[in-house]
DNA sequence: TTCGAATGATGACACTGTCAACTTCGAGAT
DNA sequence: ATCTCGAAGTTGACAGTGTCATCATTCGAA
């Protein structure tokens, strides 16, 4: 945010309608950060496509080739932003089950655990366009942390079906990869609806694919 | 330039390594199928980003703006290389269609169908990296036909759930929006092991992961 | 044969990522 | 309190992109 306004924090404008925060300092203080916010305000509307560095840098006030002592590359920032963006998947997700109340039955719950993170996962994706087309965009292979899956959705995804096989609903000879078949059904939902060939399908049936491929997935499970 | 050189078709090298083919005729005759023809390989290795006209107009030996007698925009480019990846990536799913081998029970055969066009999503997009991130590859709004679903890969897959529903495998009641889940499970693991967090599985572990996300949606179904 | 309309070519503009060289400033050693 | 040196920001440049306005060529019909 506005992180370190010193003194004068006044925002001006400047010809393409970009705001700039004039600062005081030669020094910025927290350009990285400053830098990431205006990025992920970027990503936010318009995707991974908008979020250019010098764009980022006209809205922080700085010059262009500053970030290049916070960012090795383009690549790099955008790398920053994923993060982000994931966090605030995963974090979505999490608030979704926080408002799951528990039924008696273990089963029931974990199934209902698995249902409300898939729903969840679509969700954010619908809502946070932007954001979750960056938070899986990928181009130059370079940086992007080694693609471990650790992004906590992942993780998330993957306790849930491991409460269904604790639970005994989820036999252990079809336990392998079901994680991965769980998560393909959500991501692959949200991807055609979000910028493939189902995008042009009117909200009612929407929610409609939505409970029927989440239905699909715990039936098969 | 040199473009005023000699005769007949020969095929040069330029600078940066891009190949021209030098042509006679002041006209090139059918600049547009080779401009596609151009982007198109450009796709294949490098996926939508690669595609950049300017580049294609080099290969084809033309000035740049030459394709702007033929193509809208850069995104009118791209829409008509989508349009045949879609294309290359239904031609090879009823390729695998082809050679499945009837058993006697149409229940089994119409699982086997399902079965069959999603794995050979999948394996379609793992070995086409380019053509398939460009089949589902989406930036700016503007043509790319009314997204109506029509591209072949949907129908073939709705295809072969109402099989299912005919051979009274799929029960009326789980009808409908059948065929969105079951593409979306296909279309999710492709993404995410071609560009998303999956794309650090193993080979043998994706065959497994594949198999399982089939089972998954079959079952449920 | 003539001539208008397609089709290409040139040159330019704005924009991007990125680099080299320069300037400013803050903090630690003296 | 001052000096100094490296970190942080700036200026200017370069190559590359999509795209437009304008000019040149050629094909096909009248």
Sequence with gaps: MDSTDKVDGQVGQVEGGAPVRRRDSYHHGDLRNALIDAATELARKGGPEAVVLREAARHVGVSAT????????????????????????????????????????????????????????????????????????????????????????YELLAAAVEGLASAGVLPPERRAHTETAAWAAVHGLSVLMLDGPLRAMPESEREAALNRTVQVVIQGV
Tied chains: 1, 2.
């Design 66 to 153: 500053a970030a290049y002592r916070h960012f090795a590359s383009h690549a790099d920032l955008i790398a920053a932003v994923k993060e982000r963006s994931l966090a605030a998947l995963a974090t979505s997700m999490r608030a979704e089950l926080a408002e799951l109340e528990p039924t008696g039955d273990p089963r029931v719950d974990a199934t209902n655990r698995l249902s409300a993170l898939g729903r969840a996962y679509v969700h954010f994706a619908l809502s946070n366009t932007g954001l979750f087309r960056t938070a899986f965009f990928h181009r130059e292979v370079i940086k992007d942390k080694p693609p471990q899956r650790t992004d906590t959705a």
